[in-house]
């Protein structure tokens, strides 16, 4: 009976859940970006950040300048047989 006390306090400390898997893998608790004021790309920095990754956020403004660098002259071709 001293057991099942036991047990039942444990689990009303964690929630109502235990804080382990199955497979005993501990789980931890996870802030989302809105529960922070941040952005999903923000969040997606600090996660590989915290892994010893390095980025930036660019809404891929490097690949389009070197598109319309390398592609400049088809796209402004002045041949009016294009057109």
């Not at 922070?36 to 996660?47: N, P, T, Y």
Request: glycine share 10%; proline share 5%; net charge negative.
């Amino acid at each position: 009976e001293k057991e099942d006390e036991d047990e039942e306090e444990e689990e009303n400390n964690n929630g109502g859940s235990s804080r382990e898997t199955e497979g005993g893998v501990p789980l931890r608790q996870v802030t989302w970006p809105h529960q922070r004021g941040g952005s999903v790309e923000d969040f997606a920095l600090e996660w590989y950040r915290s892994r010893g990754w390095d980025g930036v956020h660019s809404e891929n403004g490097p690949f389009l300048t070197l598109f319309m660098i390398l592609f400049w002259d088809v796209v402004f071709h002045p041949d009016e047989r294009i057109c």
